[in-house]
């Protein structure tokens, strides 16, 4: 059987979604944040997205008479997400980076003495990982995906039960504190596990090179 041979919109739009796939981004995604890139910048107008939306929605993009939009597209993605070999964009490691610095910097992951410290203070510095996740991923958007379900994972199976525990129970003046100081110690374990993690990942240790 002969193989129909593809026009050039089709290459490029299958050039688009070989890069978008390991993001796990839609088309409708892409489209949503090249409008806000570009357009939206100069014309604030709900019906206009909606009208671009429709008018370049993926099922039509490829029977586009001219390829210039799936160009400009095309462009765009490998522009914004600056996609290397392994997925990462450089806005994953900025991400991560600070993520990290917030990490190592809080009781999440530095130990405390058992007769120091305040434990609300320790539970309330925590819940701040939380703020600074939403924070990072609001700034870098679509562009930090790949530390975004890294960073979910850590927060969503280590932090947050954690926290949804004891927000209550520790103001209880009859709080259990070594069961409390117990289960932080787990946490940090498991926090500097995590920290060691996004370091590996996102490359942010450099490498020193061959010893001399």
């Given at each position: 059987?002969?193989?129909?041979?593809?026009?050039?919109?089709?290459?490029?739009?299958?050039?688009?979604?070989?890069?978008?796939?390991?993001?796990?981004?839609?088309?409708?995604?892409?489209?949503?944040?090249?409008?806000?890139?570009?357009?939206g910048k100069y014309i604030n107008n709900?019906?206009?997205?909606?009208?671009?939306?429709?008018?370049?929605?993926?099922?039509?993009?490829?029977?586009?008479?001219?390829?210039?939009?799936?160009?400009?597209?095309?462009?765009?993605?490998?522009?914004?997400?600056?996609?290397?070999?392994?997925?990462?964009?450089?806005?994953?490691?900025?991400?991560?980076?600070?993520?990290?610095?917030?990490?190592?910097?809080?009781?999440?992951?530095?130990?405390?003495?058992?007769?120091?410290?305040?434990?609300?203070?320790?539970?309330?510095?925590?819940?701040?990982?939380?703020?600074?996740?939403?924070?990072?991923?609001?700034?870098?958007?679509?562009?930090?995906?790949?530390?975004?379900?890294?960073?979910?994972?850590?927060?969503?199976?280590?932090?947050?039960?954690?926290?949804?525990?004891?927000?209550?129970?520790?103001?209880?003046?009859?709080?259990?504190?070594?069961?409390?100081?117990?289960?932080?110690?787990?946490?940090?374990?498991?926090?500097?596990?995590?920290?060691?993690?996004?370091?590996?990942?996102?490359?942010?240790?450099?490498?020193?090179?061959?010893?001399?």
């Amino acid at each position: 059987m002969k193989e129909t041979k593809k026009s050039l919109n089709e290459k490029l739009y299958d050039d688009i979604k070989a890069i978008i796939l390991p993001l796990d981004l839609s088309g409708n995604d892409i489209l949503r944040s090249y409008y806000a890139d570009t357009i939206g910048k100069y014309i604030n107008n709900d019906k206009k997205e909606k009208d671009f939306l429709e008018r370049y929605k993926p099922s039509k993009l490829v029977k586009l008479q001219s390829p210039d939009k799936l160009i400009s597209i095309l462009l765009y993605i490998q522009h914004k997400f600056a996609i290397s070999l392994d997925g990462i964009t450089p806005q994953d490691q900025e991400a991560a980076f600070e993520f990290d610095t917030e990490l190592c910097s809080r009781v999440a992951t530095q130990p405390i003495e058992d007769h120091h410290g305040c434990d609300q203070a320790a539970l309330s510095s925590i819940y701040t990982l939380f703020d600074t996740q939403r924070q990072l991923c609001r700034h870098y958007k679509l562009s930090c995906l790949k530390y975004k379900i890294l960073s979910d994972h850590y927060l969503n199976t280590v932090v947050r039960p954690f926290t949804s525990k004891w927000h209550l129970l520790i103001k209880s003046e009859n709080y259990d504190r070594q069961v409390f100081r117990s289960e932080l110690n787990e946490l940090q374990v498991q926090s500097r596990e995590f920290s060691s993690k996004l370091k590996s990942t996102f490359s942010l240790v450099p490498d020193s090179g061959p010893s001399a």
